[in-house]
């Protein structure tokens, strides 16, 4: 079975300052780790993905994530927050043996960014 | 181009009555997936169509939850003697190609906006 922890329910930061969103998964074989951003009444945005490769991934919006295979985690980070950057951020996780191809979301995550 | 739509955007219902909740793929997409977001918590995943089949109904939390997808396209979400525990936002994805084996398994999945239904 797949699964995805976000220890923090909630993370603070000030504007300009850098910012980590937590991510740890369970795969039995190799992931595919995904992060996703939710706007109130939104739908999921996609913001950036890891598949193989590079461990630093850059994405959407200035977002970048790093895999760390020893760590099991993909944590979510930007250098300068903004406030248009509050929402409510979901890792996700594919299991390459995983026949239903279906993602497992973790808890989530709401990221306030205050000025 | 147009991106994955739900209708309707919200729907209020009263306990015992039937619901449908319909979703329009991104145009092309083979696979749609049908996640619950509930008050508070993560994504719950339901069910996933590959073309009109559907590999796995693994999610479905009872045998008043169906899905169906017609045309390999258009979803509908069907929930039978709506409870008050099934209020929630309902989401539809779709994703550009076949799931299994690469390249489609390395897809993201596209949201639709979601449907909040409130059972009273």
């Known amino acids: 079975a797949q699964s995805v922890a976000q220890p923090e329910d909630q993370v603070n930061v000030a504007e300009g300052n850098p910012l980590t969103v937590k991510c740890t998964y369970s795969?039995?074989?190799?992931?595919?780790l995904f992060w996703y951003v939710q706007y109130p009444n939104r739908g999921l945005q996609f913001l950036l993905k890891?598949?193989?490769?590079?461990?630093l991934v850059k994405g959407s919006y200035g977002f970048e994530a790093e895999f760390n295979k020893s760590q099991t985690s993909f944590h979510l980070k930007k250098p300068s927050a903004l406030v248009s950057d509050s929402a409510l951020y979901f890792c996700?996780?594919?299991?390459?043996?995983?026949?239903?191809?279906?993602?497992?979301f973790g808890g989530g995550t709401r990221l306030m960014v205050k000025p | 181009g147009a991106g994955v739509s739900q209708s309707p955007s919200n729907k209020v219902t009263e306990k015992g009555k039937d619901v449908e909740l319909r979703c329009d793929p991104i145009?092309?997409?083979?696979?749609l997936y049908w996640y619950r977001q509930s008050l508070g918590q993560g994504l719950e995943f339901l069910i996933y169509?590959?073309?009109?089949?559907?590999?796995?109904k693994s999610g479905l939390p009872s045998d008043r939850f169906s899905a169906e997808r017609t045309g390999g396209s258009v979803s509908t979400l069907t929930i039978q003697r709506t409870q008050q525990e099934d209020s929630a936002v309902y989401l539809c994805?779709?994703?550009?190609?076949?799931?299994?084996?690469?390249?489609?398994?390395?897809?993201?999945?596209?949201f639709g906006p979601g449907t909040r239904l409130t059972v009273l």
């Open positions: 994805a779709s994703s550009p190609a076949p799931p299994s084996g690469p390249p489609g398994i390395y897809n993201e999945q596209f």
């Open positions: 795969v039995s074989g190799n992931p595919y």
């Open positions: 890891y598949i193989t490769g590079d461990n």
């Open positions: 996700a996780v594919r299991d390459h043996n995983n026949a239903g191809n279906m993602l497992t």
């Open positions: 145009s092309g997409h083979t696979a």
């Open positions: 169509f590959q073309g009109n089949s559907a590999p796995d």
